[in-house]
């Protein structure tokens, strides 16, 4: 059975990235350790501290945090981290060729409730800056902590995923994921209808009404409220994820950040046949002017995200 270390190796001849890659996994396997025993250890409350973008840092949020960037910085490959727990990019290795961007706990308003929850991260490479588009990343990946620990990651093909076995090595479980470009399942948080501009509107009316209304197929609703659970599922069985822009979300461009949630998902995404948009812009294209700017997203399979795309074209 593959395994990561031996992936990499013939996946790339970039050892920086291969080195950046086995960090992030390093880094994430001592987070899931953390997790596992988190409630005994009280752990999964609020850390009482906000991070630059106003929102409450949960305790796990700030450790996550921690262990990405000792790992990260015992890793002279590695020349900024940018991190969602980080008001400023953080200058690591001089010599260092990449950029890592992480959102080194994602969904933590799930943990005091046992709900997976997970690690993202795009690299990029340094002599582009921290702002570079998502259409320049040498590899993204994620870690989902759920049921199994599952490192999701791709570098310029297939997304491939891999499992933390007993052992502590990550092994090989599927070689090339593939959303299918057919669904019947989507995902958005629908308590937020009032705010949604026409395009969403009438894409998730015409899934409500199902083999009643203009898709003509039924359709089921899926809502974790963690990205990477919600990304998870529709990279292994198709679905679509959306967190639009909407009337209360539009000043600061979204609810999603950038750099290290919709770029690296759609970097995933698109290794598996899937689709990502901002509903007027593929999201690999949009030109960053902040590490944690923000950017509607919709992503998932190619049919129902063109459908989306549709409603935008003619709103
Ligand atoms: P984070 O925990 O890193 O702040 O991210 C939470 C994000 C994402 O995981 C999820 O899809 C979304 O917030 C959920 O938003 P709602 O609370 O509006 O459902
Ligand atoms: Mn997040
Ligand atoms: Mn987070």
Not at 60 to 72: A, E, G, M, R, T
Not at 263 to 287: C, F, H, Y
């Amino acid at each position: 059975m593959t395994h990561l270390p031996q992936w990499l190796a013939a996946e790339t001849d970039d050892r920086n990235l291969a080195g950046a890659i086995v960090s992030m996994a390093a880094a994430s396997a001592e987070i899931a350790a953390i997790l596992r025993a988190a409630p005994i250890e009280g752990q999964t409350g609020l850390a009482g501290a906000t991070n630059v973008q106003g929102e409450a840092q949960k305790a796990l949020d700030v450790i996550s945090n921690d262990i990405v960037l000792k790992h990260l910085r015992a890793n002279p490959a590695i020349s900024i981290l940018v991190s969602e727990e980080l008001d400023e990019a953080v200058e690591m290795s001089s010599q260092g060729t990449v950029i890592v961007a992480t959102d080194p706990l994602d969904g933590s308003s799930n943990l005091d409730v046992n709900v997976t929850v997970g690690t993202i991260f795009s690299i990029l490479p340094t002599h582009g800056g921290v702002l570079q588009k998502g259409e320049a990343q040498l590899a993204a990946g994620y870690v989902a902590y759920g049921p199994a620990t599952s490192l999701v990651v791709r570098i310029k093909g297939a997304t491939s995923v891999f499992t933390l076995a007993q052992d502590g090595q990550w092994r090989l479980n599927l070689a090339e994921a593939k959303v299918p470009a057919a669904s019947g399942e989507f995902a958005i948080n629908t308590a937020r209808e009032r705010f949604w501009d026409a395009a969403t509107r009438n894409y998730v009316s015409e899934n409500i009404a199902g083999e009643t209304g203009a898709a003509g197929k039924r359709y089921n609703m899926r809502w974790v409220g963690s990205m990477v659970a919600d990304i998870h599922r529709i990279l292994m069985r198709g679905g679509i994820f959306l967190y639009p822009l909407d009337s209360e979300t539009v000043g600061k461009g979204g609810r999603l950040r950038l750099l290290y949630e919709a770029n690296p998902m759609a970097w995933l995404m698109a290794g598996a046949g899937g689709k990502s948009t901002t509903g007027r812009q593929d999201i690999l294209t949009v030109e960053p002017t902040d590490i944690h700017q923000r950017v509607p997203v919709i992503m998932g399979s190619a049919d129902e995200v063109q459908r989306v795309e549709n409603w935008y074209a003619k709103a």
